[in-house]
Protein backbone atom coordinates (compact mmCIF):
# COMPACT_ATOMS: atom_id res chain seq x y z
CA UNK A 1 0.00 0.00 0.00
CA UNK A 2 0.99 3.61 -0.11
CA UNK A 3 3.56 4.64 2.28
CA UNK A 4 3.56 8.19 4.24
CA UNK A 5 6.22 8.96 6.45
CA UNK A 6 6.55 11.80 9.34
CA UNK A 7 9.65 12.95 10.82
CA UNK A 8 10.45 13.71 13.70
CA UNK A 9 8.49 10.63 15.90
CA UNK A 10 9.22 12.37 19.18
CA UNK A 11 9.73 15.70 20.23
CA UNK A 12 10.22 17.44 23.56
CA UNK A 13 10.88 20.96 23.98
CA UNK A 14 10.51 23.88 25.84
CA UNK A 15 7.31 26.99 25.91
CA UNK A 16 7.73 29.24 23.40
CA UNK A 17 9.92 27.14 20.82
CA UNK A 18 8.67 26.78 16.94
CA UNK A 19 8.40 22.75 16.03
CA UNK A 20 8.41 21.68 12.30
CA UNK A 21 7.05 18.83 11.45
CA UNK A 22 7.68 16.50 7.65
CA UNK A 23 5.18 15.03 6.15
CA UNK A 24 6.13 12.81 3.08
CA UNK A 25 3.97 10.70 0.29
CA UNK A 26 7.30 8.15 -0.48
CA UNK A 27 5.94 6.26 -3.23
CA UNK A 28 3.25 8.44 -5.03
CA UNK A 29 2.14 12.15 -5.75
CA UNK A 30 0.20 14.18 -3.01
CA UNK A 31 -1.76 17.09 -3.94
CA UNK A 32 -3.34 17.10 -1.46
CA UNK A 33 -2.36 16.04 2.53
CA UNK A 34 -4.31 16.94 5.62
CA UNK A 35 -3.25 17.70 9.27
CA UNK A 36 -4.81 16.14 12.52
CA UNK A 37 -4.18 16.45 15.90
CA UNK A 38 -5.45 13.60 18.35
CA UNK A 39 -5.53 14.34 22.30
CA UNK A 40 -5.60 10.80 24.60
CA UNK A 41 -8.66 9.10 24.46
CA UNK A 42 -9.87 11.28 21.80
CA UNK A 43 -10.76 11.20 18.16
CA UNK A 44 -8.71 12.74 15.23
CA UNK A 45 -9.51 15.79 14.73
CA UNK A 46 -8.76 17.33 11.01
CA UNK A 47 -6.84 20.52 12.12
CA UNK A 48 -6.27 21.76 8.44
CA UNK A 49 -6.30 20.61 5.13
CA UNK A 50 -2.96 21.13 2.75
CA UNK A 51 -2.75 21.65 -1.00
CA UNK A 52 0.33 21.69 -2.82
CA UNK A 53 0.89 24.97 -4.47
CA UNK A 54 -1.67 27.12 -2.56
CA UNK A 55 -2.41 27.92 1.09
CA UNK A 56 -3.50 25.70 3.31
CA UNK A 57 -7.33 25.52 3.98
CA UNK A 58 -7.76 25.51 7.61
CA UNK A 59 -11.09 24.63 10.40
CA UNK A 60 -12.71 26.40 12.52
CA UNK A 61 -10.73 26.83 15.54
CA UNK A 62 -7.31 26.27 14.73
CA UNK A 63 -5.41 29.34 14.64
CA UNK A 64 -3.41 29.57 11.04
CA UNK A 65 -0.79 31.93 12.30
CA UNK A 66 0.32 29.64 15.15
CA UNK A 67 -0.06 26.50 13.30
CA UNK A 68 2.00 27.19 9.79
CA UNK A 69 1.57 24.99 6.62
CA UNK A 70 3.83 24.54 3.79
CA UNK A 71 2.99 21.98 0.84
CA UNK A 72 6.02 23.08 -1.46
CA UNK A 73 6.22 20.08 -3.65
CA UNK A 74 3.94 17.42 -4.48
CA UNK A 75 5.84 15.03 -1.58
CA UNK A 76 6.36 16.92 1.41
CA UNK A 77 3.94 19.19 3.57
CA UNK A 78 5.31 20.63 6.58
CA UNK A 79 3.62 21.97 10.00
CA UNK A 80 4.97 24.24 12.04
CA UNK A 81 4.01 24.83 15.58
CA UNK A 82 5.09 28.38 16.34
CA UNK A 83 5.49 29.22 19.84
CA UNK A 84 4.22 26.08 21.39
CA UNK A 85 2.81 26.08 24.38
CA UNK A 86 1.66 22.94 26.93
CA UNK A 87 -1.48 22.97 25.52
CA UNK A 88 0.04 22.33 22.39
CA UNK A 89 1.46 18.74 23.63
CA UNK A 90 -0.52 16.03 21.45
CA UNK A 91 0.13 13.37 18.87
CA UNK A 92 0.45 14.96 15.33
CA UNK A 93 -0.54 12.76 12.37
CA UNK A 94 -0.39 13.54 8.88
CA UNK A 95 -2.67 11.46 5.44
CA UNK A 96 -2.34 12.14 2.14
CA UNK A 97 -4.10 10.83 -0.69
CA UNK A 98 -2.85 8.77 -3.88
CA UNK A 99 -5.27 10.55 -6.67
CA UNK A 100 -4.56 7.46 -8.39
CA UNK A 101 -6.48 5.38 -6.03
CA UNK A 102 -8.56 7.32 -3.91
CA UNK A 103 -11.95 6.33 -5.89
CA UNK A 104 -13.42 6.13 -2.50
CA UNK A 105 -11.27 8.97 -0.75
CA UNK A 106 -9.16 6.42 1.70
CA UNK A 107 -6.30 8.26 2.97
CA UNK A 108 -2.86 7.04 4.11
CA UNK A 109 -1.83 8.43 7.26
CA UNK A 110 2.05 9.06 8.29
CA UNK A 111 3.24 7.24 11.73
CA UNK A 112 2.39 10.54 14.06
CA UNK A 113 4.65 12.85 15.88
CA UNK A 114 4.25 13.34 19.42
CA UNK A 115 5.01 16.85 20.61
CA UNK A 116 5.40 17.15 24.55
CA UNK A 117 6.02 20.92 25.31
CA UNK A 118 7.61 21.43 28.68
CA UNK B 1 -24.63 16.00 18.15
CA UNK B 2 -21.38 14.89 16.77
CA UNK B 3 -20.72 14.30 13.42
CA UNK B 4 -19.87 10.81 13.59
CA UNK B 5 -20.81 8.81 16.87
CA UNK B 6 -19.72 5.90 18.24
CA UNK B 7 -19.94 4.02 21.87
CA UNK B 8 -16.25 4.08 23.12
CA UNK B 9 -16.49 0.81 24.90
CA UNK B 10 -14.34 -1.06 26.07
CA UNK B 11 -15.61 -4.26 24.76
CA UNK B 12 -14.06 -6.96 26.78
CA UNK B 13 -14.99 -10.30 25.03
CA UNK B 14 -12.48 -13.69 25.21
CA UNK B 15 -11.13 -14.95 22.07
CA UNK B 16 -13.32 -16.58 19.72
CA UNK B 17 -16.68 -14.30 20.90
CA UNK B 18 -18.15 -12.38 17.97
CA UNK B 19 -18.34 -8.71 18.33
CA UNK B 20 -20.43 -5.93 17.05
CA UNK B 21 -19.52 -2.32 16.49
CA UNK B 22 -21.83 0.64 15.75
CA UNK B 23 -21.41 4.11 14.47
CA UNK B 24 -24.45 6.93 13.49
CA UNK B 25 -23.37 9.54 11.69
CA UNK B 26 -25.33 13.12 11.15
CA UNK B 27 -25.06 14.26 7.48
CA UNK B 28 -27.30 12.62 4.90
CA UNK B 29 -25.53 13.73 2.30
CA UNK B 30 -22.19 11.58 3.43
CA UNK B 31 -20.54 9.77 0.77
CA UNK B 32 -17.96 7.46 1.79
CA UNK B 33 -17.94 4.86 5.13
CA UNK B 34 -14.78 3.51 6.76
CA UNK B 35 -13.83 1.16 9.31
CA UNK B 36 -10.08 1.93 10.39
CA UNK B 37 -7.98 0.36 13.35
CA UNK B 38 -5.82 2.17 15.93
CA UNK B 39 -3.26 0.46 17.84
CA UNK B 40 -2.05 2.34 21.09
CA UNK B 41 -0.35 4.71 20.33
CA UNK B 42 -0.07 4.09 16.42
CA UNK B 43 -1.35 6.09 13.48
CA UNK B 44 -5.19 4.78 12.38
CA UNK B 45 -4.98 2.19 9.37
CA UNK B 46 -7.83 1.51 7.33
CA UNK B 47 -9.76 -1.94 7.97
CA UNK B 48 -12.29 -1.34 4.86
CA UNK B 49 -14.37 0.55 3.53
CA UNK B 50 -18.10 0.23 3.37
CA UNK B 51 -20.67 -0.34 0.70
CA UNK B 52 -23.80 -0.22 0.58
CA UNK B 53 -24.67 -3.59 -0.10
CA UNK B 54 -22.61 -4.55 2.66
CA UNK B 55 -19.33 -6.34 2.22
CA UNK B 56 -16.80 -9.03 4.14
CA UNK B 57 -13.12 -9.61 4.60
CA UNK B 58 -12.49 -12.32 5.93
CA UNK B 59 -13.58 -12.22 9.66
CA UNK B 60 -15.01 -8.61 9.54
CA UNK B 61 -18.37 -7.62 7.76
CA UNK B 62 -18.94 -4.40 7.35
CA UNK B 63 -22.93 -2.80 6.67
CA UNK B 64 -24.00 0.43 5.82
CA UNK B 65 -27.87 1.63 6.10
CA UNK B 66 -28.23 4.78 5.09
CA UNK B 67 -31.52 5.66 5.91
CA UNK B 68 -31.34 4.98 9.04
CA UNK B 69 -27.32 6.97 9.20
CA UNK B 70 -25.76 3.45 10.48
CA UNK B 71 -22.84 2.07 10.01
CA UNK B 72 -21.81 -1.39 11.92
CA UNK B 73 -18.79 -3.60 12.25
CA UNK B 74 -19.25 -7.41 13.17
CA UNK B 75 -16.01 -9.28 13.83
CA UNK B 76 -16.33 -13.28 14.12
CA UNK B 77 -14.04 -15.71 15.89
CA UNK B 78 -12.12 -12.47 17.46
CA UNK B 79 -8.39 -13.30 18.07
CA UNK B 80 -6.11 -11.56 20.67
CA UNK B 81 -4.48 -9.49 17.85
CA UNK B 82 -7.90 -7.91 17.01
CA UNK B 83 -7.54 -5.66 20.39
CA UNK B 84 -7.61 -2.43 19.44
CA UNK B 85 -9.54 0.70 18.94
CA UNK B 86 -11.77 0.61 15.78
CA UNK B 87 -12.53 4.01 14.60
CA UNK B 88 -15.77 4.85 12.46
CA UNK B 89 -14.78 7.23 9.66
CA UNK B 90 -17.13 9.10 7.27
CA UNK B 91 -16.09 11.08 4.11
CA UNK B 92 -17.79 14.80 4.30
CA UNK B 93 -16.96 16.43 1.25
CA UNK B 94 -16.60 13.91 -1.85
CA UNK B 95 -14.78 16.42 -3.67
CA UNK B 96 -11.89 17.09 -0.88
CA UNK B 97 -11.73 14.33 0.71
CA UNK B 98 -12.55 15.82 4.40
CA UNK B 99 -12.90 12.77 6.82
CA UNK B 100 -14.64 13.02 9.61
CA UNK B 101 -13.59 10.26 12.74
CA UNK B 102 -15.68 8.78 15.37
CA UNK B 103 -14.40 8.43 18.89
CA UNK B 104 -13.61 4.95 18.43
CA UNK B 105 -14.65 1.62 20.21
CA UNK B 106 -11.82 0.02 22.13
CA UNK B 107 -11.73 -3.67 21.68
CA UNK B 108 -10.09 -5.90 24.52
CA UNK B 109 -10.14 -10.03 23.64
CA UNK B 110 -9.04 -11.70 26.50
CA UNK B 111 -7.42 -15.16 26.23
Known amino acids: GAVVSQHPSWVICKSGTSVKIECRSLDFQATTMFWYRQFPKQSLMLMATSNEGSKATYEQGVEKDKFLINHASLTLSTLTVTSAHPEDSSFYICSARDPLRGILKTQYFGPGTRLLVL | RKEVEQDPGPFNVPEGATVAFNCTYS??????FFWYRQDCRKEPKLLMSVYSSGNEDGRFTAQLNRASQYISLLIRDSKLSDSATYLCVVNMEGNTGKLIFGQGTTLQVKP
Open chain 2, 27 to 32: NSASQS
